[in-house]
């Protein structure tokens, strides 16, 4: 097994901007900032964490100022609360985990105008050691197995229709494919006119939480920029290029809060029609007569990293995944005293995580699906990720069997920073070579 780590430890001006780490208001032009005292922000189990933190006021530092911290696992407990003096607009925590995990350090400061400022900063503490919360259940490939019988007992029967192309000799569609879960394939098709037969490799590109129309350009890009055969997959599975009021009123009505639909039964379970459709799309890609037979990239960030996951694990044909900050990953993390992933789908009962919910989450948990795949894999982690957290992320990564590799992004929450672009464009550069 290859297994590769990156850090970014880019230009301290671009990750404030990018990660939110530092907080200003307009009226006082104030900037609070907590980093680690390790540019990696990587420590040792019981090793100590020393958290550095400065303010400036208008670009001067703080003389002197109380400020209050907390100290936690990754948003869990044990949690440590205080506050630490400044002195020269600076100062210093200290901390330690006793398990791997993430350590996180919140800072909250009230300036001279009483506006309350906060910022945070984490460190991982050995999170290559993070391993599943609870086992994949027994029946896992069993259920999954069924569900797919059940799709393909479906036919195909796709519908193209031919929309206009924002890329030129690059050729764009409208697809729309049945499924037995109700909402069919929504996606945009691209691909390079008149390629031959069995000439071009396959990028399957999945959506991120929300409610939204497919990205024409999105597919059309990534068939221009990799010569390949392309598709935007809608993650809700409804209609493509309507106007931006539909999506917005549906979100409020129709699919309000969908995540969080069917969870009490893993037959009813929202995920269950999007993963589905991941299988379905990939179907119909692979019978294109232009695929090359060989390559299949999956490529998502936040929800669709999760989806990226899901579909290399319900599909072999998959070859390489690029997962940026995944979600619905660690879904049980709770029942080890860890945070879960988005959208933290098991709720807690009298403290403790809804036991029939958490046994129908695990059929949906990526990290049950990262033990099955065999396709290469991409990821990136921000450390200071509120949405998904970093050990979620990790634990999934640390699944996987197969070659690796993660950018740790020390300063970045939950976005994908120009260091994991430059990753992904890079690893999916060299697996499509000839």
């Known amino acids: 097994m290859k297994t590769i780590y990156k850090f970014l430890l880019g230009g301290l001006a671009a990750l404030l901007l990018a990660s939110a780490v530092s907080a200003q208001t307009e009226t006082s032009n104030c900037n609070l900032l907590v980093v680690t005292d390790r540019p990696d922000a990587l420590y040792s189990v019981g090793e100590k964490v020393k958290f550095l933190i400065t303010v400036k006021q208008d670009g001067a530092p703080v003389s002197s100022a109380e400020l209050a911290f907390q100290l936690d696992k990754d948003g869990m407990p044990p949690v440590n609360r205080g506050t630490v003096r400044l002195e020269n607009g600076a100062a210093a925590v200290e901390g330690s985990l006793s398990e791997p995990g993430f350590l996180t350090c919140r800072i909250t400061f009230t300036n001279a105008d009483q506006k309350v400022v906060a910022a945070l900063a984490a460190a991982g503490v050995e999170p290559e050691k993070l391993t599943?919360?609870?086992?994949?259940?027994?029946?896992?490939?069993?259920?999954?197995?069924?569900?797919?019988?059940?799709?393909?007992?479906?036919?195909?029967?796709?519908?193209?229709?031919?929309?206009?192309?924002?890329?030129?000799?690059?050729?764009?569609?409208?697809?729309?494919?049945?499924?037995?879960?109700?909402a069919p394939v929504s996606a945009y098709l691209a691909r390079p006119g008149g390629a031959a037969p069995r000439s071009l490799p396959i990028i399957l590109?999945?959506?991120?939480?929300?409610?939204h129309s497919s990205t024409l350009s999105v597919a059309a890009n990534l068939a221009g920029s990799y010569n390949a055969l392309t598709m935007d997959l809608n993650a809700n599975g409804i209609p493509n290029g309507q106007p931006l009021a539909y999506y917005k009123e549906l979100s409020k009505t129709g699919l309000k809060e969908y995540p969080f639909r069917g969870r009490e039964d893993r037959e009813q379970c929202y995920f269950l029609g999007m993963y589905l459709r991941l299988v379905r799309a990939i179907d119909f890609l692979t019978s294109q007569p232009e695929w090359d037979g060989k390559h299949l990239v999956v490529t998502g960030i936040s929800q669709g990293g999760g989806q990226s996951i899901a579909a290399a694990g319900l599909d072999s044909r998959v070859t390489l995944i690029c997962a940026s900050v995944p979600a619905l990953c660690d879904h049980s993390g709770k029942a080890?005293?860890?945070?879960?992933?988005?959208?933290?789908?098991?709720?807690?009962?009298?403290?403790?995580?809804?036991?029939?919910?958490?046994?129908?989450?695990?059929?949906?948990?990526?990290?049950?699906?990262?033990?099955?795949?065999?396709?290469?894999?991409?990821?990136?982690a921000g450390f200071i990720d509120t949405i998904c957290a970093p050990s979620s992320v990790y634990t999934a990564f640390n699944a996987l069997p197969g070659p690796k590799q993660i950018t740790n992004q020390p300063l970045v929450g939950h976005s994908r920073s120009?260091?994991?672009?430059?990753?992904?464009?890079?690893?999916?550069?060299?697996?499509?070579?000839p």
């Open 132 to 182: 599943p919360s609870l086992p994949v259940p027994d029946d896992f490939d069993a259920f999954w197995a069924k569900q797919k019988a059940l799709l393909r007992a479906v036919p195909m029967r796709p519908v193209l229709t031919r929309v206009a192309s924002p890329k030129t000799g690059i050729e764009c569609f409208d697809v729309q494919i049945p499924c037995h879960t109700g």
């Open 205 to 211: 590109s999945v959506q991120g939480a929300g409610v």
């Open 336 to 380: 080890v005293g860890r945070a879960n992933g988005w959208p933290r789908l098991v709720p807690d009962v009298d403290g403790k995580p809804d036991p029939k919910i958490l046994e129908e989450a695990r059929y949906f948990d990526c990290v049950n699906f990262a033990t099955r795949i065999k396709a290469e894999a991409v990821f990136s």
């Open 418 to 433: 120009p260091q994991s672009e430059a990753a992904e464009a890079a690893a999916i550069t060299r697996h499509l070579k």
